[in-house]
Structures are given as C-alpha cells and as structure tokens.
C-alpha cells in the first residue's frame, strides 16, 4: 500500500446480503474508515435530509474524530454522497481523491425501481400500487407512502404464508429498511459537486459520465461488476484496490 492514510468508505447496508466492502478492503489490510450509514440514519419516520446536509455530518464527524482520509470510496449509489464528502474534504484542507466504485448516480428513476422489485419480492403487483399511488395524489411524502404500501403487503405475504405470528417483530425491521433505503434512493440523485474533486472510478461496461461531471473520467472497466461486487470476486476486488492505489500516488494537480 502507498501509505497508511486511512480510506473513508461511503456505503450503505442494501437490503440483500452481500460482503461490504469496507470489510473486504480492511480484511486486505488497507486502513478503513466507514461513514455513517446513510440508509440506516433515514429508516426513521422524519422527513430525509438533504444529500449536502448527509455529507456536512460525515465530514464533521471525521473532522471530529481527527481523521483525515486520502481516498473517498464511494460505492453505488452512494456515488454523489462520496464526491460531496471529498469535495468538502478538499475545501477543508485535507488532500484526499475519490475512487467511485459500480458508480449509480440515482434519482427517481431508480426509486421507482427499487419500489417495483421490492414489492415484486413481496408478490405484489407494482403497477396496480403505482396507479394507487398517481390515484391517491399529493397526500404526504412520496417515500411513505410508498412505504405504507410495502409495509402492507408485507404483512399480507407472511400472513399468506402462515407466518402471520411473527409480524409484529419482523415488519417494523423490515419497514424500516425499506423507509431508509427509499428515502437515501430520493435524496441521492438531487446534489452535485460544485467542483468535481479528483476521482477514478471502477464500472461496468458501458457505464458513463453524467451529463454534469466536468473533469476527467479516469476508469477501469470490469465485466459483470455488480455480481463480482456481490461475491467478492477477486477480480473485482483487485480493481478496486489498485484503482485505489492509483489515486493514492497520482499527482495532487490531476482533476
């Protein structure tokens, strides 16, 4: 490794299992910071913060714990929150990159995505829910409501499957989940770097800059990345680690 500066991981806990790569990093020995899970900070009922309020709290936190990353790792759709996070970083003083890895750069779209196929896993019909959804108009926050939906097909699945005893202990986790994943999901595609901060990333084929992005795009293209990711196969892994080094020992002038 180029240095012992710790990696600020910018991740989230998906609702399927899968190695977290802060883990699979720290397991090769790389020196790991992992930000406040931003999922788990909106499963709450409040209404989601800002994408830029998300990255202020990571910075300060890391500012506070005396911590002061060379590279951001910004995974999936955490991608925004991980450049917001070196931006400031970098606005602060510290000299640090950014490595994006399986980038996803969100928005509605993908919450209406997510929505589908997590009530698809439920066994629920996710076009007779988005027309309950358009017949109902502006009744509250659209996550919510969405939630509501879940948390009620939910509760019909287990009932469906005899299981209907344990909902009272599973649904309020699951619900839970759901609210924070969805709400991060609408929150995430809303904010851009004012300057984009030096940054490498690790995609799929065919995955692009955004419309935005000003800059270099500097990439290392892995087949089936997302399932790579997902078993932590090596070659995936070893992208992620030698783009990281990349950055780590790049000239401070690249942008």
Known sequence: MSESRPLC?????RLEARPALAAVLAERGWPVITADDPVAELAGGDRPPSLP????????????????????????????????VAELLRRRGVDTR??????NW???????????????????????ARAALASAGDTGPEVERMT?????????????????????????????RYRGWLGFLQVA?????????????????????PQWWEGVWRTTVVEDLDDKLRRAHPEAIDAVTATIEEALTAGLSST
């Open 148 to 176: 509501a939906i879940l948390e009620r097909r939910l509760r019909t699945a287990l009932s469906e499957k005899g299981q209907a005893a344990i909902a009272d202990a599973v649904v309020p986790m699951m619900v839970g």
């Open 98 to 103: 950014c490595v994006l890895v399986d980038p």
């Open 9 to 13: 991981i910018v991740d989230f806990r």
């Open 189 to 209: 595609g809303t904010a851009t770097p004012a300057r984009v901060p030096p940054t490498w990333a690790v995609v799929p084929p065919g995955r692009t800059r």
């Open 106 to 128: 969100a928005g509605h779209a993908e919450l209406t995505v997510s929505f589908d196929a997590i009530l698809s896993s439920l066994g629920g019909s996710p076009a007779a």
């Open 53 to 84: 309020t998300l990255a202020r709290r990571c910075v300060d936190k890391l500012a506070g714990d005396g911590d002061h990353p060379g590279v951001v790792v910004g995974v999936c759709a955490a991608a925004r929150l991980g450049l917001l």
